[in-house]
């Protein structure tokens, strides 16, 4: 038999929906204006190293698409008590990237690409652990774009140089980080 479930369709509907309108203005709802900053300035530096406007805007919409539909699960009450906890173990390892990315951008000369890739790569794993039966191939995808694109060493190397071109930028993503944790965002 059969089974239907109008509710698993209105959800699947708003995800397709919301993974077609990832525009600044529709993303709002689901995205604080710290966060926005700080997704600003990611691109600025995606752009600057790549040289590519459309590779940028590509792994930005990707970010922005993955975080809406995750917010649209955890909204929707769609996650088990398993996977409530890789949930927070994802937070915690976000929580501990967000400060040594922090501590690495207050003391010059202390950046370690191999610890931030290594953050990086885990808290990936642990994002596709938790979305693993709740979005598609094409999602999982998108993940691993934008993870591998930030955990870039070449792209890490440049935007931790204390005297690189992407230092404002790392001054204002740093900020927001900061302010993000201070309030329990992150």
């Known amino acids: 038999m059969e ?3 109008s509710k698993d369709l209105a959800l699947r509907a708003q995800k397709k929906i919301l993974s077609k309108m990832a525009t600044k203005a529709s993303v709002q709802m689901f995205i604080d204006d710290t966060t926005s900053e700080i997704l600003d300035e990611l691109y600025h530096v995606s752009k600057g190293f790549s040289g590519n406007k459309a590779e ?3 792994v930005i919409k990707d970010l ?3 975080a809406v539909k995750i917010g649209v699960l955890f909204r929707n009450n769609r996650f088990s008590t398993e996977e409530l906890g890789v949930a927070t173990d994802f937070k915690k390892k976000l929580h501990m990237g967000a400060m040594t990315a922090i501590s690495f951008y207050e003391v010059d000369f202390t950046f370690d690409k191999e610890v931030m890739e290594e953050l990086l790569t885990s808290s990936r794993d642990l994002l596709l652990k ?3 039966t ?4 094409k999602s999982h995808g998108r993940i691993n774009h934008v993870f591998n ?3 870039n060493p070449d792209l890490l190397a440049k935007l931790y140089d204390p005297s690189g071109p ?4 790392l001054t204002k993503i740093c900020k927001g980080l900061n302010k993000l944790v201070e309030d ?3």
């Open 149 to 151: 694109h930030y955990s």
């Open 134 to 137: 709740h979005l598609t191939p």
């Open 64 to 66: 922005v698409k993955i």
């Open 184 to 186: 329990g965002t992150i």
């Open 130 to 132: 938790l979305v693993n």
């Open 3 to 5: 089974s239907f479930s």
């Open 56 to 58: 940028a805007q590509k």
């Open 166 to 169: 992407f230092r404002p930028n």
